[in-house]
């Protein structure tokens, strides 16, 4: 079993729909939370980060991390072709430099 | 221009040959790390860098040697390339851990 677990996708979405990635894990010493968007043929850019559990807003998006449920969730509100992309959680915990990515969910929003 | 840079950025080799994947960042960050996304299987780390002379394995270092005189470039190096090594190559570099890596735009390598 992977440490963290992410739906590939692609998921399809119009435009203007909120949208939602999740990632599952398995390590309970997790306690930092990222997520990249990755678009074709670029590098994985940050999106948002968190520290243990709670809620992060940054415009369009909000990321959420339940430590009980080793959940963690990316909202995109008022979706746009624009964020077509690939989505990566990561995570890490203290003490470490080793961060675990999930495999990505592809995105897509059609106008 | 300041960043992250890695050449080349696409590349062609022999089963065989050695090959160096360069990595080069303006922002002094004591990290950098390598890592290579395949589908299916995300990102995977390779080798990763707290500081200049200091190296340590990830998750899949076999076949693959780095070193880190200076503290801006980290280069890749594969020994002798395999087709299992056909792959993108991302840079990363970070001020601190492995939270908030910047990365590069990627080598595409194709080992035949």
């Known amino acids: 079993q992977k440490e963290v677990e992410q739906d590939p996708g692609p998921l399809s979405v119009p435009e203007g729909a909120i949208v939602s990635l999740n990632c599952t894990y398995s390590n309970s010493a997790f306690q930092y939370f990222m997520w990249y968007r990755q678009y074709s043929r670029k590098g994985p850019e940050l999106l948002m980060y968190?520290?243990?559990?709670g809620n992060k807003e940054d415009g369009r998006f909000t990321a959420q991390v339940d430590k009980s449920s080793k959940y963690i969730s990316l909202f995109i509100r008022d979706s746009q072709p624009s964020d077509s992309a690939t989505y990566l959680c990561a995570m890490t915990s203290r003490g470490t430099d080793k961060l675990i990515f999930g495999t990505g969910t592809r995105l897509q929003v059609f106008p | 221009d300041a960043g992250i840079t890695q050449s080349p950025r696409y590349k062609i080799t022999e089963t065989g040959r050695q090959v160096t994947l360069m990595c080069h960042q303006t922002w002094s960050h004591s990290y950098m790390f390598w890592y290579r996304q395949d589908l299916g299987h995300g990102l995977r780390l390779i080798y990763y860098?707290?500081?200049?002379?200091?190296?340590d394995k990830g998750e899949v270092p076999d076949g693959y040697v780095v070193s880190r005189s200076k503290t801006e470039n980290f280069p890749l190096t594969l020994e002798s390339a395999t087709r299992s090594q056909t792959s993108v190559y991302f840079c990363?570099?970070?001020?601190?851990?492995?939270?908030?890596?910047?990365f590069g735009q990627g080598t595409r390598l194709t080992v035949v």
């Open positions: 860098s707290a500081a200049a002379d200091i190296t």
């Open positions: 968190t520290y243990s559990s």
């Open positions: 990363a570099s970070s001020p601190q851990g492995s939270t908030e890596a910047f």
